[in-house]
């Protein structure tokens, strides 16, 4: 079998861009004229083909397709239904879905159905409707989506909390998952076999920023980011800050892990990677970082304890597109 040692993903959005995608296909091919291509869809197979490079066609393992792809890319399933999801983790999946939690009361009020007791009294306690609405739809649309991967009912789900408060199943099931919340946008992930952890943060003016690094950043990182540019700096901010709570969220250890102990990559011209953990390199080797590119306006991060793996970032949905779903029954 060919293995599988560069990936790129060549998006097609402008003329302009699929030119530039073309040109440097297509220097590849000069400099590796032996290269194997493996298009992963249709429309991959078929950009390939529309420039003479021939690529044997692979679908996507979330559509029920070829577990086997190329390891490590974030795939992004925006032009996919949620109708034609297979919710398969297996093959090392990972599946990232980003929903929209800002909706109108009406549409709040079909999840509180799903929820427990100890779920309904939180959302009680909130004086603000909207806030109590966002947190209705944040857990609703988390137990409809594990009820999809589990092909249960989602108010049959139950939950327990680690020593710092991280969510698990209540019944041992082959699925991590995690949750994070920002502004508008909830984001949640799911794979099988290690702890995952992810952050949405939406970037906003920091007056403080400087402090807030100096305070919490290791020292060399706080340095980097007052080293960027006007224009990179706010951006940099929130991807060191997505990056390391994603991590901290995925160990299950909280804020008992101070974020000063380990260091990640944080310019936006650079891969997410870890660079130490408690300056241990070694360790930093046994842990994966991607960026996740929901929105212009937010810096989101996802993190597991494994060497790459495929991760399929579904486009953002709306709480009524997952209602309007059913779950299937199991074989």
């Given amino acids: 079998m060919q293995q599988i040692t560069s990936v790129c993903r060549w998006s097609l959005g402008t003329s302009e ?5 073309k040109r440097a296909l297509q220097m590849f091919v000069r400099e590796f004229p032996s290269a194997k291509f493996v298009a992963v869809g249709k429309n991959a197979q078929r950009s390939l083909n529309s420039i003479g490079i021939p690529g044997a066609y692979v679908r996507h393992p979330a559509y029920g397709g ?12 925006e032009n996919q239904d949620i109708e034609s999801c297979s919710f398969d983790l297996s093959g090392r999946n990972v599946h990232v879905w980003a929903v929209r939690t800002e909706a109108p009361g009406a549409v709040a009020e079909r999840f509180e159905p799903v929820l427990g007791p100890e779920e309904k009294g939180r959302a009680a306690r909130f004086r603000s409707d909207h806030l109590r609405y966002s947190f209705v739809i944040a857990r ?12 249960a009912s989602p108010n049959s789900i139950r939950f327990k909390y680690g020593a710092r408060g ?6 041992p099931a082959n699925i991590e998952f ?6 508008a946008l909830a984001v949640f992930a799911f794979t099988a076999g290690c702890e995952v952890g992810v952050d949405i943060e939406q970037i906003r003016a920091l007056q403080d920023m400087q402090t807030i690094a100096d305070r919490f950043f290791c020292s060399e990182e706080a340095t980097e980011l007052m080293s960027l540019t006007a ?6 901010f929130y991807l060191c800050w997505t990056r390391k709570e994603a991590y901290v969220k995925a160990t299950g250890d909280g804020l008992s892990t101070p974020l000063d102990c380990f260091r990640v990559t944080l310019q936006p011209s650079q891969p997410a990677r870890f660079i130490h953990l408690g300056h241990d390199t070694r360790a930093a080797e046994s842990w994966t970082l991607h960026d996740l590119r929901l929105a212009s306006n937010y810096a989101a991060a996802l993190a597991y304890r494994d060497t790459k793996r495929p991760v399929a970032l579904f486009r953002i949905v709306s709480p009524a597109e997952l209602l309007s779903v059913p779950i299937r029954s199991p074989d």
């Fill in 17 to 21: 861009e699929f030119e530039i995608g």
């Fill in 66 to 77: 070829a577990t086997k792809f190329a390891q490590g890319l974030v795939q992004s399933m």
């Fill in 140 to 151: 609703g649309v988390l137990r409809i989506l594990l009820g999809h991967y589990l092909n």
């Fill in 166 to 171: 991280k969510p698990a199943l209540a019944v």
């Fill in 178 to 183: 995690n949750v994070s919340h920002s502004a």
């Fill in 231 to 236: 224009d990179q700096r706010e951006r940099g």
